[in-house]
């Protein structure tokens, strides 16, 4: 399977210590910033009840679900406990003129 | 409204779960308020000062009415003290479950984690099966044959909810689970929202509860006096009676198989002392529509939303004035239920709800 980089927007759309949705054929992702300006990508839909990350909350390295609170480790995709019980996939991201750019499959 | 003798099958495993599903009523995308990403934000933010200020007091209370109840035991003069220290073990436990189980009443984890276990103990709810329990309330909220925490049935379960104001039949039903979970199994309904890779602490911890019991009522033996099962055990009893006033105004009496939380949650406004106990819980449209907000931030959060919720019921008081004639009118007309009237700068109903609601045909 090909991988490819994909453009995923300005990064300063994403605010420090937040996420934000992005939509790429047809498959949802969240993208998340952290306050020392690090970015990260996972999937977009919680593993636990496919609920979308992009409206949930953002502390430290840490995503919760909005609906169950379920919470991840968004540097590496680890569910944190009940009811997060399946790791995210996570992907590479990396900034280049102000651009987000997201490795996927 | 005509009567009617028609009743739904509420467990989880009959055929009202398979109807919730192929209706599209199971794991729905359900009506959200709009509300400015960065004011969101801001009120789900994490803060453990005020979580770790209502603990102390709360375990203070505890240490002075329980050596006060301990001071005064032989004489009429410990039966308030007990009476309070009740309330706070067997009631206000129910938000301290409730919250920390969210993770949401503490920004440090291991505090939430904590309290999580010392309440769900105290309340007699197996951490593990609650914790999957309320997340499935949360995910179809009042779905009849999906959500397992619908307070009574159409129509009303009178006889349980009398006996539950001194939570009789919930022990009952604690302890027949808790000797089941010993033996390393589930119920059928359990099954249903309890995962394999979790069910082995549901055992073990069902084995620690049966042997923290064991302890007590050996003490009341040894001691000859009922004294220790008066701080650990009879309490969930004797105080449970503040829970229940406060749950069965959440959404007794209102829609089912809504996929709109303004329609079948209230949201009531309370005293400080209530607010204490409760954690807030009585902005219960909030709570369900943004549980990732803290118990602290839901009076903000109500601020926020309200425009586009309907009335909040002004008192405890008034909402029983709602939830008792509907309990004693859905015993004869188990169809009849408490339709909410949104304001008029609200968002309209989905349709799915607004069918459900009987607005639509």
Redesign the interface.
């Known amino acids: 399977m090909s991988e490819s980089w994909v453009d995923a927007g300005p990064a300063d759309r994403i605010?420090p210590e937040?996420v934000a949705r992005f939509e790429y054929a047809g498959r949802q992702y969240a993208l998340y910033r952290t306050t020392d300006d690090r970015y990260f990508a996972t999937d977009g839909l919680c593993t636990?009840?496919?609920v979308e990350l992009a409206?949930?909350?953002v502390?430290g390295t840490i995503i919760?679900?909005?609906?169950?609170?379920g919470?991840f480790d968004f540097t590496t995709g680890e569910a944190k406990g009940?009811?997060a019980?399946i790791n995210l996939t996570t992907y590479p991201v990396k900034v280049e003129g102000g651009r987000l750019l997201v490795k996927l499959n | 409204m005509s009567a009617t003798t028609i009743t739904r099958d509420y467990s989880l495993v009959g055929p009202e779960a398979d109807r919730a599903v192929a209706g599209g009523l199971a794991?729905a995308r359900w009506y959200?308020p709009p509300i400015a990403?960065?004011e969101l934000?801001e009120l789900?933010r994490?803060d453990d000062g005020p979580a770790i200020r209502d603990t102390l007091i709360w375990f203070a209370a505890f240490i002075v009415l329980g050596g006060l109840g301990y001071y005064f035991w032989g004489s009429w003069a410990a039966v308030p003290f007990f009476i309070v220290y009740g309330v706070l073990y067997g009631s206000s436990t129910d938000s301290r479950w409730h919250e920390c189980g969210?993770?949401?009443a503490f920004?440090t984890q291991w505090m939430n984690d904590a309290v999580y276990q010392v309440a769900c103990f105290m309340i007699m709810r197996e951490p593990?099966i609650w914790?999957?329990s309320h997340?499935r309330h949360?995910?179809d909220t009042i779905i009849v044959g999906r959500d397992p925490e619908i307070i009574t049935p159409r129509p009303p379960d009178v006889v349980s909810l009398l006996l539950n104001i001194f939570a009789l039949k919930n022990t009952v039903v604690f302890f027949r689970k808790v000797f089941l979970h010993s033996t390393g199994r589930l119920t059928d309904e359990e099954a249903t929202f309890v995962?394999e890779?979790?069910r082995s602490k549901v055992y073990r911890t069902a084995r620690i509860y049966l042997a923290i019991y064991a302890v007590v009522i050996a003490a009341c033996v040894y001691f000859r006096s009922i004294l220790p099962a008066m701080y650990i055990g009879l309490p969930t009893l004797y105080g449970g009676w503040f829970a229940l006033y406060c749950g069965m105004t959440q959404h007794l009496g209102l829609a089912e198989d809504v996929l709109d939380h303004r329609l079948n949650s209230r949201t009531v406004y309370m005293n400080p002392i209530f607010r204490f106990l409760y954690w807030n819980m009585n902005y219960h449209v909030e709570h369900h529509i943004?549980?990732?907000v803290p118990y602290h931030a839901l009076p903000r959060l109500h601020e926020a939303i309200k425009a586009d919720c309907p009335p909040p019921y002004p008192s405890s008081i008034a909402a029983y004035r709602e939830i008792i004639p509907t309990v004693l009118r859905q015993l004869k007309e188990p169809t009849y239920f408490v339709r909410r009237e949104l304001p008029p700068s609200a968002q309209p109903l989905r349709a799915a709800s607004a069918k459900a609601a009987g607005r639509l045909k």
């Open positions: 605010s937040d636990h009840e496919l409206d949930g909350f502390s919760e679900c909005p609906m169950h609170n919470r009940a009811p019980c | 794991s959200a990403r960065a934000k789900m994490r969210h993770r949401t920004k593990e914790r999957w997340t949360h995910t995962p890779g979790e943004f549980p990732t």
